[in-house]
């Protein structure tokens, strides 16, 4: 759209059907008649003027932002390619991929900072405490308290947290934990935290065995109550 229409007066002589046509060749499906409309009325609203001086140098700021853009979009392909076909050829990248929630960006993200040695985690616990979703037990006297692992990989905290929270869409079982843990109280966050560490857990046995996820064996089903 800024291609189309770098200054107000260019916006204003875009027709409904140039500004839906230049939205699907950008690839937008979801509420298309709804984003045509109202990208429609606020290219057509009053705008402030300026002279025409001053819009001119804006249209060129605004061209030379737009290829930028473009020059950036095609760098980010063209990496996303090569890390595809890096990440594909890695001897754990089939397991790493079959976990819910885990692409190839988020995927090789996890198993860069993760280290594919397969001896650097002897147990669950081990990866769940380098990953930083275990939690931390704090005794003082009588009170003992739950808190969030503050010393850890915090690239790899973010990439785990991002993992559970698409593993919400892709997991039934993952959804269920989440659920539940929201059901007693805890706050969206938490829950994620929690989900995150279980998550862990179920990619360190898959490591280490080494299978494939399976959902089923992953979150066995619930047995109803007698």
Request: hydrophobic share 45%; glycine share 8%; with cysteine.
């Amino acid at each position: 759209m800024l291609e189309l229409a770098p200054t107000p007066e260019a916006g204003r002589q875009l027709t409904r059907a140039a500004v839906r046509a230049a939205l699907v060749g950008a690839g937008r499906r979801r509420n298309l008649q709804a984003r045509v409309v109202a990208v429609h009325a606020g290219l057509a609203a009053p705008q402030l003027a300026a002279s025409e001086v001053v819009e001119a140098a804006y249209r060129e700021v605004v061209t030379a932002l737009v290829a930028m853009l473009r020059c950036g979009n095609a760098q980010v392909a063209a990496l996303e390619q090569q890390l595809t076909s890096q990440f594909s050829a890695h001897p754990d990248a089939a397991i790493v991929r079959s976990q819910p929630g885990l692409g190839v960006v988020l995927g090789a993200r996890v198993l860069g900072e993760f280290g594919d040695d397969p001896d650097r985690y002897q147990t669950a616990k081990g990866r769940k405490a380098f990953a930083g979703t275990a939690p931390v037990i704090r005794s003082s006297g009588l009170r003992t308290v739950v808190v969030a692992r503050a010393a850890c990989n915090q690239r790899l905290v973010d990439a785990c947290y991002l993992r559970a929270f698409a593993a919400l869409t892709a997991s039934p079982g993952a959804r269920r934990c989440y659920d539940a843990h929201r059901a007693r109280g805890a706050t969206h966050y938490q829950a994620l935290r929690v989900l995150g560490n279980r998550l862990v857990g179920i990619l360190h046995g898959c490591l280490a065995h080494p299978v494939a996820y399976q959902e089923q064996v992953a979150w066995p089903p619930i047995e109803p109550a007698a």
